[in-house]
């Protein structure tokens, strides 16, 4: 392929490059992947009202979040074991990001990149002591906030895994957890762990485990994942922020 000109030629490429399992892992979504082709079309719905006769020879792109003030509107979800595509991942400097804790990168890691706004996502785990030890190195990391991810308590189907068998290659591991006290978690080696982490996430979860989390820490909570105005009328406690990713 020559010269990039569109940022969807990125997914042939990767298409092309990576091996299968991996490209299937970032490309597919969970059953029928319905959810991923509405967020697209939610997408395609948006359109710019463009307004004429303005002066545009300077144009100021930054804003704000949270109060951070960032250089333009656009921030880093958080994907996970994203060194499966690029052993740099996940550690490059950008704008604005939010790491996953699932990331094959540690926090430290990307602490250690350079200046940048960074959101810590965040599962929790029925073991609260690991919880609070993860929050606990994000907050030494210099991390902004924690969002915790409330729309999983039963991870998706993810049918391409299943038929390719997918696990983390052996010379990655989910650093994050490293060196923490895994409790309840210790039976699971290098090998297993993204699949034993992810049985961990604890269903039970309500908001009584939010406000929970908000003894832990004094960062921000953002509430990732609320999808119905009812959900977020629930509770406006101080302190909690709700918002999406598509």
Same mark, same amino acid.
């Given at each position: 392929?020559?010269?990039?000109?569109?940022?969807?030629?990125?997914?042939?490429?990767? #298409?092309?490059?990576?091996? #299968?399992?991996?490209?299937?892992?970032?490309?597919?979504?969970?059953?029928?992947?319905?959810?991923?082709?509405?967020?697209?079309?939610?997408?395609?719905?948006?359109?710019?009202? $463009?307004?004429? /006769?303005?002066?545009?020879?300077?144009?100021?792109?930054?804003?704000?979040?949270?109060?951070?003030?960032?250089?333009?509107?656009?921030?880093?979800?958080?994907?996970?074991?994203?060194?499966?595509?690029? $052993?740099?991942?996940?550690?490059?400097?950008?704008?604005?990001?939010?790491?996953?804790?699932?990331?094959?990168?540690?926090?430290?890691?990307?602490?250690?990149?350079?200046?940048?706004?960074?959101?810590?996502?965040?599962?929790?785990?029925?073991?609260?002591?690991?919880?609070?030890? =993860?929050?606990?190195?994000?907050?030494?990391?210099?991390?902004?906030?924690?969002?915790?991810?409330?729309?999983?308590?039963?991870?998706?189907?993810?049918?391409?895994?299943? *038929?390719?068998?997918?696990? /983390?290659?052996?010379? =990655?591991?989910?650093?994050?957890?490293?060196?923490?006290?895994?409790?309840?978690?210790?039976?699971?080696?290098?090998?297993?762990?993204?699949?034993?982490?992810?049985?961990?996430?604890?269903?039970?979860?309500?908001?009584?485990?939010?406000?929970?989390?908000?003894?832990?820490? *004094?960062?921000?909570? =953002?509430?990732?994942?609320?999808?119905?105005?009812?959900?977020? *009328?629930?509770?406006?406690? $101080?302190?909690?922020?709700?918002?999406?990713?598509?």
């Amino acid at each position: 392929m020559g010269e990039i000109t569109n940022v969807m030629e990125y997914e042939a490429i990767a #298409k092309e490059k990576l091996p #299968k399992m991996v490209f299937d892992y970032y490309a597919s979504g969970a059953e029928d992947q319905w959810t991923l082709q509405e967020n697209r079309n939610a997408f395609s719905r948006i359109l710019f009202r $463009p307004r004429i /006769l303005i002066d545009v020879s300077k144009i100021d792109m930054s804003t704000t979040v949270l109060g951070f003030k960032i250089s333009m509107p656009i921030m880093i979800a958080p994907t996970a074991m994203q060194k499966m595509a690029h $052993p740099e991942a996940s550690t490059l400097c950008f704008n604005f990001q939010t790491l996953s804790s699932w990331s094959t990168s540690s926090v430290e890691e990307v602490a250690s990149t350079g200046p940048g706004i960074r959101f810590f996502q965040l599962y929790v785990y029925k073991d609260r002591n690991v919880v609070a030890q =993860l929050v606990r190195r994000a907050e030494r990391a210099g991390f902004k906030a924690i969002a915790l991810t409330v729309d999983t308590p039963r991870l998706g189907r993810r049918e391409a895994d299943i *038929k390719n068998r997918f696990t /983390l290659p052996p010379f =990655l591991t989910l650093k994050n957890f490293q060196g923490l006290d895994l409790g309840k978690m210790d039976e699971a080696n290098d090998s297993g762990l993204a699949a034993y982490v992810a049985g961990q996430i604890d269903r039970s979860l309500s908001w009584k485990d939010v406000k929970w989390l908000q003894t832990i820490t *004094k960062l921000p909570i =953002l509430v990732k994942g609320v999808l119905t105005a009812e959900d977020g *009328k629930q509770n406006n406690s $101080p302190g909690f922020y709700y918002y999406r990713y598509f």
